[in-house]
Nanobody, 114 residues
């Protein structure tokens, strides 16, 4: 059974940082691309960042380029999202997603507010 479990969300002040983690199980993690999405209240879910299976290629939404970094550890079956210089508009529920398996995590809330 495929499982994706996110952690690391919370409340942070503007300009602060958070690191999200997503632990995967039930499939051969190292062979799949992984993504982070987010959904703010009243908005559609949007792609934030994606990392391909071998870890060398990444894509980012324009709104987070230069501030967020996606990475993965294929030994720990974990994908990370390092978020720096956070802004109030980054407030959302962040979801881990494996496109190749069609699986989603339960989401973790990130709130950026003073």
């Amino acid at each position: 059974q495929v499982q994706l479990v996110e952690s690391g969300g919370g409340l942070v002040q503007p300009g602060g940082s958070l690191r999200l983690s997503c632990v995967a199980s039930g499939f051969t993690f190292s062979t799949y691309a992984m993504s982070w999405y987010r959904q703010a209240p009243g908005k559609e879910r949007e792609l934030v960042a994606r990392i391909f299976a071998k870890g060398g290629i990444t894509n980012y939404a324009d709104s987070v380029k230069g501030r967020f970094t996606i990475s993965r550890d294929n030994v720990k079956n974990t994908v990370y999202l390092q978020m720096n210089s956070l802004k109030p508009e980054d407030t959302a529920v962040y979801y881990c997603h494996c496109p190749g398996r069609g699986s989603w995590g339960q989401g973790t809330q990130v709130t950026v507010s003073s």
